[in-house]
């Protein structure tokens, strides 16, 4: 669970936290057009109350709910439609002190997020925002992950003789770019020979 600090909420199961100034509203994966028109969390309703933006977030919850292209036919929300809709929006919120974020984790939570700007007492961009994921995605037995733009990864394979051979030879084009960029290359180089050579055990050359 990760840590709630006093004025911050919780989402994603308490998986992630948004800072004070942020007001969240979690969507149903299936079937939640209705819920999202019909219901507006407490937080979310005074921040919008406070900005005098709860005209426009009842414009667009409505067209998010009238528009069927932004479900499946199972009813299950599409990001790229949904967030189409969104951006209709955007600039009206930005006039009302409002940036809003449709935001995705492992492909099992969904929410909104609407920062008040002004409330904020650090500079906050969410992690989560799908209009800012770079394509990227790493998969597990249970779990899909996708990275934000400036994040670049690289995924060890955890079985096989030539795992580490792997790793020296064939960076992530997304990895390369950014090292290149930072002019870090050679840093880079020095990490992967490092954890090729150290970072195995001696028996049975599986990762530490």
């Known amino acids: 669970m ?8 919780p989402v994603a199961g308490g998986k992630h936290v948004v800072p004070k100034g942020v007001a969240v509203e979690e969507l149903k994966k299936y079937a939640g057009q209705k819920q999202l028109r019909d219901e ?10 406070k900005n005098d933006a709860m005209e426009i977030y009842t414009t667009m919850v409505n067209e998010l709910f009238d528009d069927s292209t932004t479900r499946n036919w199972m009813g299950k929300w599409k990001d790229e439609e949904f967030n189409a809709v969104v951006d209709q929006f955007r600039e009206d919120f930005a006039e009302k002190g409002i940036q809003v974020a449709y935001c995705k984790r492992s492909d099992k939570h969904l929410w909104l997020e609407f920062i008040d700007v002004a409330a904020l007492e650090s500079p906050y961009v969410p992690q989560f925002d799908v209009a800012n994921m770079s394509g990227q995605v790493i998969k597990t037995m249970y779990n899909k992950y996708t990275f934000p733009d400036g994040v670049a990864v690289e995924e060890l394979q955890r079985y096989g003789k030539n ?46």
């Open 40 to 49: 507006c969390p407490d937080a979310l309703e005074a921040l919008l109350v």
């Open 163 to 208: 795992k580490r051979q792997k790793l020296k030879e064939q960076a992530p084009v997304y990895v390369t770019e950014l090292m290149e960029a930072k002019d870090c290359v050679d840093e880079y180089q020095t990490l992967v020979e490092h954890v090729s050579e150290c970072g195995v055990g001696k028996r049975f050359k599986d990762w530490k």
């Open 2 to 9: 990760a840590e709630v600090k006093e004025g911050s909420t």
